[in-house]
């Protein structure tokens, strides 16, 4: 059912995905009790990785995308700030403190960073539900203030990558407060009231990841065609026009591997 449904809407043009959207947006927020009554993985502010047994193998591999990190960070200062992709970002720090390199945006690939990156881009995709990956750069005295995700269609995963300090490096997800580790997993339901820190002189790095709710059928199919069509609606295509400019103006003089 959910393959057949978004083989249909990939022939919407974008003015209908977006009156799509919204109506879809005002069937699912009514709704979003049910979503949390019928998730497999219960409602709750921390997930146990433990069962998702992607999040093993990433955590098995976190060297080999540190490696691709340390040659990410060289070309930092040209990274694109994530307020200037996500309008929904907006105040939650100052500009330049929290930085980004995408690979997956609501599902559309970056296929220039997925280049320079070959071993995560790859080993993002083996996730179950992947539809957001990047780096996830917190430059040092940073703190994003607390904020909730407006769709409960998705979960968040983070994979430590560059902590410079466990204690003072941190996320609080409700009334529990946790802290990154390199090479651990974390995963919670951002529709919790959320906040995260470095309080540190160093910068702070995660595998930063948003990955499809379980869902029996056939709230999987409408969520999935949700996620689909946010991707291509208004909501979405300024912030991945931005990171097409950025990406094209980071080709002259870090050209992608294969490209």
């Not at 930092?76 to 200037?84: E, G, K, L, Q």
């Not at 690939?109 to 995709?125: F, S």
């Not at 995963?157 to 580790?181: F, K, M, N, Q, T």
């Not at 995660?206 to 990955?211: P, S």
Request: proline share 6%.
């Amino acid at each position: 059912m959910g393959t057949s449904l978004l083989q249909t809407l990939r022939k919407v043009p974008r003015k209908i995905a977006n009156r799509l959207t919204m109506l879809l947006f005002a069937i699912l927020l009514p709704l979003e009790r049910t979503l949390f009554r019928y998730s497999l993985v219960g409602h709750t502010e921390l997930l146990d990785a433990a069962r998702f047994p992607w999040a093993a193998e990433l955590e098995a591999n976190w060297h080999l995308i540190r490696a691709e990190l340390d040659q990410v960070l060289l070309h930092r200062d040209s990274a694109p700030n994530y307020i200037d992709l996500s309008d929904e970002a907006a105040g939650l720090t100052e500009r330049d403190n929290w930085k980004s390199f995408f690979f997956f945006a609501y599902g559309v690939p970056v296929p220039d960073n997925c280049a320079r990156c070959p071993d995560t881009a790859r080993l993002l995709q083996r996730i179950e539900g992947m539809k957001s990956g990047f780096f996830s750069i917190m430059m040092p005295g940073t703190h994003l203030k607390p904020h909730r995700g407006h769709f409960a269609g998705v979960l968040r995963y983070h994979l430590g990558l560059r902590i410079p300090d466990v204690e003072a490096c941190g996320l609080r997800v409700g009334s529990h407060v946790v802290h990154w580790e390199e090479g651990k997993s974390l995963i919670f339901d951002d529709t919790f009231e959320h906040e995260a820190w470095n309080h540190t002189s160093g910068i702070r790095v995660v595998l930063f990841v948003d990955f499809a709710r379980p869902l029996p059928q056939p709230l999987a199919a409408l969520n999935h065609a949700m996620i689909w069509l946010v991707a291509r609606s208004s909501v979405v295509q300024p912030g991945i026009a931005r990171l097409a400019d950025w990406n094209r103006r980071l080709a002259a003089h870090w050209p992608a591997r294969g490209r």
